[in-house]
């Protein structure tokens, strides 16, 4: 009977023969699957996925809607995050944030 070790090093064999073996036949199935898409006419969207933003990045997260104008009529949505000074300033004086309240 095998070691335990023997039978470690015989699992780590396979599976950098698994990886080789997918990274071998990555190639041709991206390749199907773009000539499938373009023949059908599917887009990333259509998959479910959004389509890969200008210059690889994330599209930014659209605004939230303001809960709370301030003294001087500035605008916050009361989000996670560090809290604008005129928020700090009415909550050391002790008073609500409700009055503020949009």
């Known amino acids: 009977m095998a070691t335990y070790s023997e039978l470690m090093a ?15 036949e990555l190639a041709s199935v991206i390749a199907d699957i773009k000539a499938k898409m373009k023949q059908f006419g599917i887009t990333p969207a259509d998959l479910g996925g959004a389509a890969p933003a200008a210059g690889g990045k994330r599209a930014a997260k659209p605004a939230s809607a303001p809960k709370y104008r301030g003294p001087n009529g500035e605008l916050w949505a009361g989000g996670p995050g560090r809290k604008p000074q005129w928020v700090r300033d009415v909550l050391a004086a002790g008073k609500s944030l409700d009055s503020y309240r949009i």
Request: a positive charge.
């Open 10 to 24: 015989q699992a780590q064999n396979l599976m950098a023969q698994a990886e080789q073996a997918r990274k071998a």
